[in-house]
């Protein structure tokens, strides 16, 4: 057992078909991890799992050494965060607003923000960018603008598990680049973030672990150089690519040349 996320032998099901097949997962504290995989993988189911939304039916799932499944609701939100693509709770309301939800795990019963609070709040606005939105409704936002004001949220909630499903869909190219870095220097100051991603070049260029799921197995899990290889991308998403170095950051660099043929994928 680690101080990070520790998942063993994690299965799911969903109507009769089996979607997270015995997964095991180690996200050590303070790590950025990419969730990678092609449509279908599973990647949503498992951050579900992780974030409590739906429960295992088998395997133990773990963060800083505790059983993730007997905390108390409340004592989980305070500790895990997940940011998906829409917020389906709050269409009405404006985007300070939205921002604010996260703190709502460490209020108390009936209590409004407090200065401290009300601090958090704007602190997570400004790291996206977001001042000059945030007295607008949340549903008038486009997608790349929600997509921010989501990760806002999670940030104002001050997790110690940070879970992200495609955080960077929807956002232009600098959008991309400063969440990520972000995500990494959050990731830095010690909070364990787990992102779904579907952009390989962007898993390779800023995670310190990528972990691969395919039919909801994990197929290939470690460093980026390490896994991410012309033949593991050929496998897994059907696509030829050669993998270089970047010349400045030394990182994989993935150019693709096309979809391989006699892959057994099903066309999209
Ligand atoms: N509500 C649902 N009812 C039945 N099956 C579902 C439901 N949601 C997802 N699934 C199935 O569960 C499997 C895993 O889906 P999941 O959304 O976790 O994959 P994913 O890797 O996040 O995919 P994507 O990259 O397309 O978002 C898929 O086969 C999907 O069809």
């Not at 709040?121 to 977001?130: D, F, M, N």
């Not at 104002?156 to 972000?182: K, M, Y």
């Not at 994989?252 to 391989?260: E, F, M, N, R, W």
Request: hydrophobic share 45%.
């Amino acid at each position: 057992m680690t101080d990070g996320l520790d998942l063993s032998r994690v299965r799911f099901s969903r109507a009769g078909r089996l979607v997270v097949d015995d997964v095991d997962i180690t996200a050590p504290e303070g790590s950025l991890g990419a969730l990678l995989g092609p449509n279908g993988a599973g990647k949503s189911t498992l951050l579900h799992l992780i974030a409590g939304i739906e429960r295992a039916d088998a395997g133990a799932l773990a963060f800083a050494g505790r059983d993730l499944a007997a905390l108390r609701r409340r004592d989980r939100a305070r500790r895990v965060a997940l940011a998906e693509q829409e917020t389906h709770d709050s269409p009405e309301l404006r985007v300070d607003e939205v921002v604010a939800l996260g703190r709502t795990p460490h209020l108390g019963p009936w209590a409004g923000l407090g200065d401290r609070d009300r601090h958090v709040v704007a602190e997570a606005i400004a790291a996206l960018g977001l001042e000059p939105l945030a007295a607008r409704e949340y549903a008038a936002l486009s997608g790349g603008e929600r997509q921010r004001v989501n990760l806002a949220r999670a940030l104002a909630q001050e997790p110690e598990l940070l879970l992200l499903d495609e955080p960077t869909n929807h956002l232009d190219v600098r959008a991309q680049l400063t969440s990520l870095e972000l995500l990494r220097s959050l990731a830095s100051a010690g909070c364990t973030v787990l992102a779904a991603l579907h952009d390989l070049g962007l898993a390779a260029a800023y995670a310190d672990h990528v972990i691969v799921l395919d039919g909801g197995r994990v197929v290939a899990a470690g460093a980026p150089a390490a896994v991410l290889q012309a033949g593991l991308i050929r496998d897994v998403w059907g696509v030829e690519a050669e993998v270089l170095e970047h010349p400045a950051t030394g990182r994989p660099l993935i150019a693709y040349s096309g979809v391989a043929t006699g892959s057994n994928r099903a066309p999209v």
